[in-house]
Nanobody, 114 residues
Framework: QVQLVESGGGLAQPGESLRLSCVGSGIIGRGASMGWYRQLPGQDRDLICGTGPGGTHVTESVRGRFKCYRDNARDTVVLEMSDLKFDDAAVYFC?????????WGRGTQVTVSA
């Protein structure tokens, strides 16, 4: 059973940076994909980034400001967010896709306020 725990959310002002980390337990393996989604109240989750055997993808809307990378030895995926904007405020969810199954963390809140 894969379990994911996110950390690093919180409050930031516009232009500041935050770093989110997600640690997985259970056997994830290099063949699995890991990454991040975010969700606003009443809306669907939107993919922010994913890392897997094929490489790393960062969605265009945050490309250049957000960086996503993975530490396979620690089953960890990190989202580094810089130059934060009001629109980046959301709940950020870590995910693992493995063997046709998607596993989710419980989410971490990011608030951007002046």
């Amino acid at each position: 059973q894969v379990q994911l725990v996110e950390s690093g959310g919180g409050l930031a002002q516009p232009g500041e940076s935050l770093r989110l980390s997600c640690v997985g337990s259970g056997i994830i393996g290099r063949g699995a994909s890991m990454g991040w989604y975010r969700q606003l109240p009443g809306q669907d989750r939107d993919l922010i980034c994913g890392t897997g055997p094929g490489g790393t993808h960062v969605t265009e809307s945050v490309r250049g400001r957000f960086k996503c990378y993975r530490d396979n030895a620690r089953d960890t995926v990190v989202l580094e967010m810089s130059d934060l904007k009001f629109d980046d405020a959301a709940v950020y969810f870590c995910y693992v896709w493995k063997d046709g199954n998607t596993y989710w963390g419980r989410g971490t809140q990011v608030t951007v306020s002046a």
